[in-house]
């Protein structure tokens, strides 16, 4: 099922307040960064999947943080909502247009400054990808964390908005533990610079952590200052067939015991078999051979491959090292696009306490059984992390049931309804039995206090009302 996003606001650039406002953003940024030609606009206002469309009545394209102060005091003038956009691989409807807001794109922050060899960091424009990014830092013999299989269109904004997280988490954390500062324009076009990265500082709350995971809601992220970690060129991967989940979640405690552990996936079955038939290669173990898949990467200056294959002695699993650990990575990171293919699922990130896991599994399955018997379930994602990615595909009427039950299950086992997507447009009804009605009071007070006009990004996030 795809989903419009987006109430009856008139989206016709022609249309006043529009067609005024229009004119003041080409007056700011120039008229070849203010697109309103609707093919133009087309690609900003649907998803990568194709699972989110929207409407804005133009799309414009600042360059420096002082147009875009200027672009949201024009907005805030003219009463029209902004919604800020990266790269636009999100999975949640966050940065889709909706109910006639103005579409600000983030793709001309694509300055990357030197590497800071000494303090390991760099500062990176929103609109860099993680890709240029790895480049960039790998240029200097070091490397940027996070990982995922959207890096090269995905961007430092985006990933800081959701607090992305992807495949090194076990190793490196979440975006959150390698933004060390930002700048940022606040609704009202004041610009905070804090870009030092200093590694130690007690000065209040720490206003760039804030920022990360609020999926544009409090203020448009222009630039990061980001960690860098060693550059690891030695790697060798491992698949790892189990006879089941709970046999999976058995083998973490073994695995972080391996000194360059960096990534600690799970593919089940279906996803295997899904990625590989997407990719025409023979699935290095055949799928219906076991009842789950741990795709494990270890990354260290020293070749790593003793380390991984004396784990294997006591393993179903095989070693892939090189052209193998590539083609492993290629499976995996073509999951999505694999799935996308065949369909818009019901996709959900959800997370419980990892031990929990198989318990999640066995009632999104019970589920299905009885409202979507046909239905196909794909589930992968980060095993390290209890974060798996349920899609379901052709679940037709009951995709609202399914989602229900699947982000119940999750908060009922303790764990959360979004791991690393964010909530966007598709989940803001949840967050209140998430979080409890006390902490949504903060996160709304604290939105209050920085946007009072919901010029940013409204609906995605906090719940309506
Ligand atoms: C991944 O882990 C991404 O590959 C996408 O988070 C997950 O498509 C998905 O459900
Ligand atoms: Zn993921």
């Not at 099922?1 to 080409?26: H, K, Y």
């Not at 060899?117 to 940027?144: C, K, N, P, S, Y």
């Not at 303790?414 to 964010?422: K, L, N, P, V």
């Amino acid at each position: 099922m795809t989903t419009t996003v987006g109430g009856a606001t008139p989206a016709d650039p022609a249309a006043a307040p529009v067609a005024g406002l229009v004119a003041s953003l080409r007056a700011i940024v120039g008229d070849a960064h203010v697109l309103v030609d609707a093919d133009m606009r087309a690609t900003y206002e649907t998803d990568w999947l194709g699972q989110w469309h929207g409407t804005t009545p133009c799309v414009v394209r600042p360059g420096t943080a002082e147009q875009v102060a200027a672009v949201l005091q024009a907005c805030a003038a003219a009463g029209i909502a902004v919604v800020p956009q990266g790269g636009n691989t999100g999975l949640v409807g966050g940065s889709v247009p909706r109910g006639g807001a103005v579409l600000l794109s983030l793709q001309r922050f694509t300055e990357l400054g030197p590497v800071d060899t000494l303090a390991m960091q760099v500062t990176a424009g929103a609109g860099v990808t993680i890709e240029q990014l790895q480049q960039h830092a790998r240029a200097a013999d070091l490397d940027f964390a996070v990982d995922w299989g959207a890096r090269a269109s995905a961007t430092v904004g985006g990933a800081v908005n959701t607090n992305a997280g992807g495949s090194r988490v076990v190793r490196f954390g979440t975006m959150r533990a390698q933004v060390a500062g930002v700048q940022a324009v606040l609704a009202d076009g004041s610009v905070i610079t804090q870009l030092h990265g200093l590694p130690k500082e007690t000065a209040g709350p720490h206003l760039p952590s804030l920022l990360v995971g609020s999926e544009g809601t409090l203020a448009v992220v222009t630039a990061a200052r980001l960690r860098l970690v060693p550059w690891f060129r030695s790697s060798a991967a491992a698949l790892i067939a189990c006879d089941s989940l709970v046999d999976a979640v058995a083998l973490l405690p073994q695995l972080r015991h391996l000194p360059s552990l960096d990534a600690v996936e799970l593919l089940m079955p279906e996803a295997l078999a899904l990625a590989c038939a997407h990719l025409a290669v023979r699935p290095p173990i055949e799928p219906a051979s076991a009842g789950a898949f741990v795709m494990v990467d270890c990354a260290a200056h020293l070749d790593p491959t003793d380390e991984l294959a004396e784990l294997l002695q006591l393993q179903r699993g095989v070693l892939a090292v090189g052209a193998q650990r590539d083609l492993l990575y290629r499976i995996r990171d073509h999951v999505t696009i694999a799935i996308g293919a065949r369909g818009v699922p019901l996709k959900l990130d959800v997370a419980v306490p990892v031990q929990h896991l198989d318990r999640l599994l066995r009632a999104v399955r019970q589920g299905l059984r009885t409202q979507a018997p046909a239905a196909e379930l794909i589930v992968f994602g980060h095993l390290a992390e209890g974060n798996v990615h349920v899609n379901i595909l052709g679940a037709g009427d009951a995709e609202p049931r399914m989602r229900d039950l699947v982000l119940t299950a999750a908060i009922d086992l303790g764990g959360t309804i979004s791991a690393e997507h964010g909530i966007g447009v598709a989940k803001a009804d949840w967050l209140e039995r998430l979080k409890g009605p006390a902490a949504v009071a903060a996160l709304r007070a604290i939105k209050q206090a920085l946007d009072p006009g919901n010029l940013l990004n409204p609906g995605v996030l906090y719940p309506p009302g």
